[in-house]
């Protein structure tokens, strides 16, 4: 885990490493619409005027107002359209007006409609296990601070100015934090942000997100939760959606797979950075949950940075 961070939100978010693709200035008149199918990336809107709807695989569409703020941490496919949708459907042709700014509807029909809409992408290669101990959308309303973040990342975005990658991922983190504690946390699906409006278990993950390479037992976090060891087990379970050491041991993982992408510490280095005695430990941990060995994945992972270096 990086150095100095212990709250789980924060650590969870931090090794995700965000940072901006896409950001852009939507506007849009009349009857309208966009689809995009298998982009496997994270999405957020704030809408500055107008309104319009968002209808995403398998979830009922939602309708958005100005001072509307949303974020889909994981979009596959998703349909964006006028409050009463064109038909037949299909994909709309966005007019791209300059860069950063686009333009959906006719071109005579008066616009309506403005939104900062952005895509980022996570530069970890555990993004999908984080991914999962997030809520899959948050849809918040008048939240003024979220609404502010939006136009700065926009302006950031596109700026060529120096620093400009840290700031954009520091902001990023901050929006994504901000937007994950914006909402009553009970209300969330089980996860890491409902295990943490828990008190007692809010404790047990503050431990296993400050001490990774500790010694964690099920005895050990329910005593730091101060519950019995089967009330603790039952209350994780439930309320974040696996087992206790089988959290554990994916927040291990994640580490451990970031800490192997980076190259810089040996096998027998990691395991001990993330609770293992010894590398063979770490391998054959590593081989279960994963399915091939710590060697193969930083060999996969030295390639994707090659070829990247390449283009």
Not at 31 to 54: K, L, T
Not at 269 to 275: H, N, P, Q, S, Y
Not at 280 to 300: I, L
């Amino acid at each position: 885990m990086p150095d100095g961070i212990e709250d789980p939100l924060s650590s969870v978010v931090t090794l995700l490493k965000p940072a901006v693709s896409i950001s852009k200035l939507v506007e849009a008149g009349g009857q309208w619409q966009v689809e995009r199918y298998d982009m496997a990336s994270p999405f957020y809107c704030a809408m500055v005027e107008g309104v319009c709807r968002v209808e995403v695989t398998d979830r009922k569409p939602v309708t958005l107002v100005a001072g509307d703020f949303v974020l889909i941490p994981d979009l596959h496919d998703f349909r964006m359209t006028s409050e009463v949708p064109p038909e037949p459907r299909g994909s709309g042709r966005p007019l791209e007006i300059e860069p950063g700014r686009v333009r959906l509807g006719p071109a005579d029909a008066p616009v309506e409609m403005r939104a900062l809409v952005g895509h980022c992408r996570f530069d970890t290669p555990a993004s999908d296990l984080l991914v999962s101990l997030l809520p899959e959308m948050i849809h918040v309303s008048g939240h003024d601070r979220l609404m502010a973040l939006v136009p700065v990342i926009h302006e950031e975005t596109r700026a060529d100015r120096p620093g400009r990658e840290l700031i954009l991922q520091r902001l990023l983190e901050v929006l994504l934090i901000e937007a994950f504690r914006s909402g009553p946390a009970v209300d969330m699906p089980p996860g890491l942000l409902r295990g943490l409006s828990h008190p007692r278990l809010a404790a047990a993950l503050q431990r296993i997100h400050a001490d990774a390479g500790g010694e964690i037992s099920v005895s050990g976090l329910a005593k730091d939760a101060g519950m019995s060891r089967s009330g603790f087990f039952e209350k994780f379970r439930k309320e974040i959606g696996r087992a206790p050491m089988e959290y554990v041991t994916d927040w291990r993982m994640a580490i451990a797979k970031t800490l192997l992408r980076q190259g810089k510490l040996t096998n027998t280095e990691i395991a001990l950075r993330v609770g293992y005695g010894s590398a063979s430990a770490f391998g054959m941990a590593f081989v279960r949950h994963e399915g091939f060995s710590p060697g193969a994945f930083a060999g996969k992972q030295g390639r994707k940075r090659g070829s990247k270096g390449v283009a």
